[in-house]
């Protein structure tokens, strides 16, 4: 089990041909440093695949989800460079559910 104490998002799209050393170095640009046991979620343009890049503490964990069908809900690039997310945020926006419209404890705060 991977642990995950944090999880940021990037708004600005990613290029989904990056490997690890690429996405680390996004990071890095965008966030200012890769700290352990946190997530950092890229979108490529069309929001249709997701990177996660993980920090584990001894190593880095690099993970693509890619969705057959619609996308992701993805901020629009530029409002903020970066976002955090909550664990109920990031498991909504796993499943492609409005995720900014969820607070802290699952609550509905945006309709």
Known sequence: MIRIDAV???TDPMDMR??????LARVVKVFGAA????AYLFANRRANRMKVLVHDGIGIWLATRRLHQGHFVWP????AAR???SRAQLDALVLG???ARIG???IITLV
């Open 8 to 10: 940021w998002l990037a």
């Open 18 to 23: 990056a490997g690890v050393d690429t996405a």
């Open 35 to 38: 700290h352990p046991h946190q």
């Open 76 to 79: 629009a690039p530029g409002a």
């Open 83 to 85: 976002l955090s997310l």
């Open 97 to 99: 559910l409005p995720w």
């Open 104 to 106: 802290e404890g699952g």
